[in-house]
């Protein structure tokens, strides 16, 4: 029992260890579209994933509905840039995005966004962590990056191609020591109770 166990934990870290290539181009302005494909085993699996148009826009018609249907408490607003004055948080969030970035092997990527809150204030509190990431990939090599606020409207653009490959396993070991980490921890703590 315990060598079938064994067996297959090695079978399955293997499989995690080979890497996964990702063709794709994708916008958003008020739904997401855009198509994917996706090799395995060095080319041997090939998937060409469905459109994901029709599955935004159903998305945004139901949230439509929902948002007709609630009622939203007066005087209580959510802020979810509470925990980006944490330096420990920002500092978290960073080491994050430079190792992910580095255990991405890139090719021909694109990215543009434009992002905005509505509210001058929180999109300034927003770009104090944006803002450096931003600076920080506009300077790499492998791809054309673009990260924009807007201060006046709520907005969300996003423009993006390229071919990117991972390898799983790697991946895995990155977002797991994120999520294990105090200070994300206490963030997460701090926009909860911002919101209360």
């Known amino acids: 029992m315990l060598t079938g166990v064994m067996v297959f934990l090695l079978v399955f870290i293997a499989l995690l260890a080979i890497p996964v290539t990702l063709t794709y181009q994708l916008s ?9 494909t ?14 994901i148009e029709a599955k935004a826009s159903n998305l ?15 005087g209580k607003k959510s802020n979810p840039v509470a925990a980006i004055r944490q330096k420990s948080f ?4 960073y080491k994050f995005v430079r190792d992910f970035w580095h255990a991405i092997h890139k090719q021909n990527l694109k990215l543009r966004i434009r992002i905005g809150l509505g509210d001058p204030a929180e999109t300034g509190q927003l770009w104090a962590i944006v803002g450096p990431v931003s600076g920080m990939l506009a300077t790499v090599k492998e791809a054309s990056i673009e990260i ?19 390898i799983p396993l790697q991946l895995l070991y990155l977002t797991i020591g994120l ?18």
């Open 60 to 74: 945004e018609t139901e949230k439509t509905t929902q948002k007709k249907h609630e009622k939203r408490p007066s």
């Open 179 to 196: 999520f294990l980490s105090p200070s994300i921890w206490q963030g997460i703590t701090r926009m909860r109770k911002a919101a209360t």
């Open 28 to 36: 958003w302005r008020c739904a997401l579209e855009g198509n994917m």
């Open 148 to 166: 924009e606020p807007e201060f006046i409207e709520p907005v969300f653009e996003l423009d993006s191609s390229g071919s990117i490959r991972v």
């Open 38 to 51: 996706l090799q395995w085993l060095f080319g041997l699996v090939r998937i060409q994933l469905p459109s």
């Open 90 to 93: 920002r500092q978290r969030v």
